[in-house]
Structure formats: C-alpha cells, structure tokens
C-alpha cells in the first residue's frame, strides 16, 4: 500500500462537521498538533484512512490564545491527551472535552510556556512591523505628491517667525525656478 499525505486549511468554526466525518469514514483519529507561528497558533488535526493509506491533515489557522475551540472527544475520546496537553502549552481552550485536567496536565513553572518567545524573537517581529510601516507611509506620502509637500511646508512656515518665514519662502522659490531652469 502506497501512503499519501494532504493538507487541508478549514475555519474553526466547521471542526466538528470534519471530525464527524472522519468518524463516518471510519478513519483513524492520529493527533492533533499545536504550532505556534507568526501570526498565531495553529492547529493540525490528523486522521487516517486505513484502507488507501491517505493521512488527512486538517489545519484551523492563527488562533488567538485564550480561543475557545470544540473538543473532538465526543467522536474520538483518545483526544483528550492533545487537548489537555495543547490547553496547558498553547492556551487554547477545549469546551466540552470529555477527560478534562483543568489545566493540570503538566506541572508548569510558566503557563503556556510554548507562547513565550525570545527577546531576539520579539525585537525581530517589531523590528519587521517598523519596516512595513515606514515602507507603507513612505508609498502613501509618494502618491500624495508634492502638492501635499507644499501643504505640509506652508503649515510649517505658518508657525515661524514672519521675517524668518519669508526668507524661507524666497529661498524655496529661487530653489524652483533653478530646477525649472534646469529641466528646459
């Protein structure tokens, strides 16, 4: 028999109709995986059918900690162990889960422990949210143009003093009248 793999992306909300579906299938119920990525924590529920050998891996994306997921132990009780243990790692909750630890799967020093990421993690996502905010001001200040820049300098010179801000102004105009010079 040749085993294959899949992934399948669902929403949350249609968890129980999948899993219910395995069951009826009669596959085999495998683990439920938490990853904990860039933009949340995912979920990857595997099942497998025993007789074409498919591993069916069906992935709910970018929870939140604290989110409130169905628990699959009404079609599949083995679950428990994956619920309880991602409960107490990742912080998602289980509701209806039949063998429930209330948190104390684990004897934990820090709760959630697999959310807690690094100083140099933390300076990186940071660093990376300044860079798309910098490049996303700069490309809208762009398609503005300079009639805004015009704006933004009248503004400026508004709040200076009258004999300074008229110097300026005719520095600016000699400045344009160079330029327009130039381009002819």
């Not at 579906?21 to 979920?43: F, M, P, S």
């Not at 074409?52 to 970018?62: A, H, I, R, S």
């Not at 209806?96 to 100083?119: C, K, N, Q, R």
Request: hydrophobic share 45%; proline share 3%.
């Amino acid at each position: 028999m040749k085993y294959t793999t899949q992934f399948t992306t669902i929403p949350a909300d249609s968890l129980s109709e999948t899993v219910a579906a395995c069951k009826q299938r009669q596959w085999r119920y495998v683990q439920t995986l938490a990853v904990n990525g860039e933009e949340g924590i995912d979920l990857i529920y595997s099942f497998m059918d025993m007789a074409t050998g498919l591993l069916e891996n069906y992935k709910v994306e970018k929870l939140a900690k604290g989110t409130h997921m169905p628990s699959i132990t009404g079609d599949f009780l083995e679950a428990f162990v994956w619920e309880n243990e991602i409960h107490d790692l990742f912080g998602i909750n289980f509701d209806g889960i039949a063998i429930d630890f209330h948190g104390a799967f684990y004897a934990l020093a820090t709760p959630e422990p697999m959310t807690v990421i690094s100083p140099a993690q933390k300076a990186a996502r940071e660093k990376a949210a300044k860079v798309a905010a910098a490049k996303a001001a700069k490309e809208a200040k762009a398609k503005v143009g300079q009639g805004a820049a015009a704006d933004d300098m009248e503004a400026k010179l508004a709040g200076m003093d009258p004999e300074k801000a008229a110097k300026v102004r005719a520095a600016m105009e000699v400045k344009a009248a160079k330029a327009e010079k130039e381009e002819k």
